[in-house]
């Protein structure tokens, strides 16, 4: 952030909306998603001239969305706008998404004249109230001399200590205002003081506790994705040779070609992730925050283990899980800094206790459906993608089963590879993140692996894609129905299935759909159209492709542990549970 905000101090008279234009360049900033309207109609104009690339999106939520594929795959802060009222509310499921998930984004928003904020004006609505739980911080600007401090703040704070969204919204009649701008402000953030060097002490008893442990495993967490933590990770892993899991969020932060990696943990978690934390005696967690999806029923979650918990955000270490002992500090610096430790120690063979994960991982692989030649598996569709994408594209998923199938089947080796909705769970984040991905990193290949239930929400931002030369690819995983829900339905509501069936007589048309929107529309219906139609996909790289798998209704994820029952209950598929022989250990 200190090298952005480096230039020679120069004072110049703008108008607000240049000054705040100014300000975003002057950061970086390349690209921005939004819709104009009339409260926000100002910045727009200096924007037309600017270095900043303005793409138009058709719902400000697929802006907010877009903000966050951009940001996940960079590194660095998306930025969407949007005018006042409803234009500002629309952003809300996208900041609470990236609240959530912990991502970089700054939202800029038109409010109404500053006299009259408070009468129910006009497209009038109190963003900065709205947002205030869903955001690190909100700026409500009234002052034009307030602008370029604002936006060199709302920068800061996203993206520092625990990365997330930050709201700036900014009256019409300030971004109108002429206002002395000078180059970089000064930040004046007195109550904000991220911990970022762990504690030195702290690590050491680290690499002691490891080294005292029978049957130690690594949660890795999202966390170690944001601080760019993988290749320490890695070091730790390899030296020490200890077990690893990765959350949902955490797909890629180790390669799933690595023997050590057994998976994600879980309400779907493979059999294998699941037994290494309920049989640990200690858990190294990473910048993973224990949320209800890893630990289920949390009096019963890895009930012997204790817990070593390195996270940015202190208000995270305790909140779920007592830890044991408390690191706050950066993932990275962390990991980097075990290494060192770790060589101070003498660290037991553990090879009993992986060879006990090994037969898990070997005895109970995550089921991928049943052998029918007649009917497309939905699992083997995604497995395909991967495989014919390779490990360089990035995967972008909605939110249901298609979602906890790729966190199974697609085969990821490196960080920033693998997008998803994961704190949030938002049905409609694939299309428009994978749109942000592309923009972000343009040489990749980007899927969006979707299920129909999700792509009825967001297609339109693929209108937004051809017009821009954004050439993502969405599959369609279309089992006419809300999918996950009818699992739930299916198991624990009788198979009533109410409000789940989306299609009747194939309406809509995906593929149709798809061809209106300015995409290449494919279709597979048997299996073996499976190949040939990724094929094809793969082949068009000048405007977007949507690809429909038509797919039972009756599909389902396994392994599951069911809502608020303990991880030891873990099912590999109905009426099926596994046997843990615990002599083993």
Not at 87 to 110: K, Q, R
Not at 112 to 123: E, L, M, P, Y
Not at 455 to 471: H, K, R, S, Y
Not at 500 to 522: H, I, M, S
Request: proline share 7%.
């Amino acid at each position: 952030m200190a090298n952005q905000l480096e230039s020679p101090p120069k004072t110049v008279t703008l108008t607000g909306a240049q000054a705040l234009v100014r300000s975003l360049e002057l950061l970086g900033v390349e690209v921005a998603f939004g819709i104009p309207g009339g409260a926000i109609l100002p910045l727009f104009d200096p924007l037309f001239d600017s270095s900043i690339r303005h793409i138009l999106t058709r719902h400000e939520q697929g802006a907010a969305h877009a903000a966050e594929g951009y940001a996940q795959v960079t590194g660095r802060v998306g930025v969407c706008i949007a005018t006042s009222g409803p234009g500002a509310t629309n952003l809300v499921t996208g900041l609470a998404d990236a609240y959530m998930d912990s991502v970089p984004m700054v939202a800029i928003t038109g409010q109404v004249n500053s006299t009259a904020i408070g009468t129910d004006a006009f497209q009038e609505a109190d963003i900065r109230g709205i947002s205030f739980p869903i955001t690190k911080h909100s700026f409500l600007v009234t002052d034009p001399a307030r602008i370029a401090q604002a936006v060199a703040e709302a920068f800061h704070i996203a993206a520092t200590g625990r990365p997330g969204p930050v709201l700036i919204d900014v009256a019409k009649d300030a971004l109108a205002s002429p206002v002395e701008f000078s180059w970089p402000p000064q930040i004046e953030l007195p109550g904000y003081r991220p911990t970022v060097k762990p504690h030195f002490r702290q690590i050491r008893e680290a690499a002691a506790l490891i080294a005292a442990a029978r049957r130690p495993v690594v949660l890795a967490g999202g966390g170690v994705v944001k601080a760019d933590a993988a290749a320490a990770l890695a070091k730790v892993v390899d030296l020490a040779q200890l077990p690893v899991v990765t959350t949902l969020m955490a797909r890629g932060a180790l390669p799933d070609s690595h023997p050590l990696n057994y998976g994600m943990p879980g309400m779907h978690g493979t059999v294998a992730a699941v037994g290494a934390l309920q049989r640990a005696d200690l858990l190294i967690a990473i910048g993973s925050r224990f949320d209800d999806r890893v630990t289920g029923k949390l009096s019963s979650f890895a009930p012997v283990a204790k817990v070593i918990h390195c996270d940015i955000d202190p208000a995270e270490i305790g909140k779920n899980r007592t830890a044991d002992l408390p690191i706050v500090g950066d993932c990275r610096l962390m990991l980097e800094e075990l290494v060192e430790r770790l060589g101070d120690v003498d660290l037991p063979d553990w090879s009993q206790w992986r060879g006990y994960l090994d037969g898990l991982r070997q005895r109970y692989p995550t089921w991928a459906g049943d052998p029918d030649d007649t009917v497309i598996q939905p699992q083997e569709v995604i497995r395909r993608i991967g495989q014919l994408a390779g490990p360089d594209a990035i995967f972008v998923t909605g939110v249901g089963q298609h979602q906890m199938w790729s966190a199974h089947f697609v085969p990821l080796e490196r960080p920033r590879r693998w997008l998803t909705s994961g704190g949030a769970g938002t049905m409609g984040y694939c299309v428009p993140a994978a749109l942000g991905a592309k923009v972000g990193r343009p040489d990749q290949v980007v899927w969006g692996i979707d299920g129909d239930g999700c792509f009825q929400m967001t297609n339109q931002e693929l209108v937004t894609c051809a017009l821009n030369g954004i050439p993502i690819k969405i599959a369609v995983i279309n089992n006419q129905s809300l999918g996950m829900v009818r699992q739930w339905q299916t198991l624990f509501y009788g198979q009533r299935y109410s409000a789940t069936d989306l299609q009747t007589d194939r309406l809509p048309d995906f593929v149709k759909l798809a061809e209106a929107l300015g995409c290449v529309g494919l279709r597979a219906e048997r299996p073996d159209q499976v190949d040939q139609v990724i094929e094809q996909a793969m082949a068009v790289d000048d405007r977007p492709v949507v690809v429909e798998f038509i797919v039972s209704k009756d599909a389902m994820v396994w392994p599951m542990v069911a809502a608020g029952t303990s991880n030891d209950e873990i099912m590999i598929a109905r009426d099926m549970a596994p046997e843990w022989e615990e002599d083993d250990l």
